[in-house]
């Protein structure tokens, strides 16, 4: 079960960093990666990260702002968010997936990240 935190509401220039935390898998299996979901819009890619954290991918849209990172012994992903802007306002999912492509086949619940103007 995955379970994110740290959304919340931020002024646009600001930083939030939200977490991933995974309870009854190890973390450490699983490629982790992060999606967001506007009003009226479809579910995009934000972020992912290898197994150990060696490689990362990020959608263009967020490159040079956000900064994913995994600690495996807390068995948490996290997502830095700088420099937010308002149309980073959206729900932020947590996923997780075995193998090196396909499908993510672990969600988590979201958690909701608004950004004033």
């Known amino acids: 079960q995955l379970v994110e935190s740290g959304g919340g509401l931020v002024q646009a220039g600001g930083s939030l960093r939200l977490s991933c935390t995974a309870s009854g898998d190890t973390l450490s299996d699983y490629i982790m990666g992060w999606f967001r979901q506007a009003p009226g819009k479809q579910r995009e890619f934000v972020a992912l990260?290898?197994?150990?954290?060696?490689?990362?991918h990020y959608a263009d849209s967020v490159k040079g702002r956000f900064t994913i990172s995994r600690d495996n012994a807390e068995n948490t992903v996290y997502l830095q968010m700088n420099s937010l802007k308002p149309e980073d306002t959206a729900v932020y999912y947590c996923?997780?997936?075995?193998?090196?492509?396909?499908?993510?086949?672990?969600w988590g619940q979201g958690t909701q990240v608004t950004v004033s103007s």
């Open positions: 990260v290898s197994w150990r954290g060696s490689q990362t």
């Open positions: 996923a997780a997936r075995v193998s090196a492509t396909g499908d993510f086949e672990s």
